[in-house]
């Protein structure tokens, strides 16, 4: 009988630490030009943006943090082999760093980040998924990187 009584007080914490509410911006034509998903998680938040432009063929998706002190932009991902990243805010005395580890969990790449946006090279690196660990002052945060 407490099984049953568990179970649904774990779903409605479950719902109610994480939420995420779908945004849409337009242009005056009324043509929509912005889409981003917020997402919360407890304490931590992130949204990713697609920003949708009729000249480009496909949209290119942003992906934010803002759950750190500085928010976070990795685009595009899924990556061809050139990747940004951009730091927003980043102070001169902050030490920001970024390491690019495979599924095994070796590191690939690792770079010291000393302005708000780095280009990342793996166009040599085999394609699959990544994990982006980005370090600003001790504070971490992962990311799936697809390499097509």
């Known amino acids: 009988m ?5 179970f649904p007080i774990i779903i409605f914490l479950c719902s109610t630490l994480s939420a995420q509410t779908v945004h849409f911006l337009y242009d005056e034509a009324g ?19 697609t920003t ?16 750190l002190s500085n928010p976070i932009h990795i685009f595009p991902n899924p990556t061809d ?3 940004k990243v951009q730091i927003d805010n980043l102070q001169e005395d902050q030490k920001a760093s970024v390491a690019l ?6 590191t690939i790449l690792f ?17 699959g998924i990544y994990i982006m660990r ?3 002052d001790g504070e971490n945060t992962e990311w799936k990187i697809i390499k097509k």
């Open 81 to 83: 082999g050139l990747l």
């Open 31 to 49: 043509n929509r030009v912005e889409r981003y998903i917020s997402m919360t998680f407890g304490l931590r938040s992130a949204a990713v943006t």
């Open 101 to 106: 580890m495979n599924i095994k969990g070796q």
């Open 2 to 6: 407490k099984k049953l009584v568990i």
């Open 52 to 67: 949708e432009k009729t000249t480009e063929k496909t949209p290119q998706e942003v992906v934010q943090d803002l759950s």
């Open 111 to 127: 770079q010291s980040i000393v302005r708000d946006v780095v280009e990342l090279d793996i166009s040599t690196s085999e394609q």
């Open 134 to 136: 980005i370090s600003i």
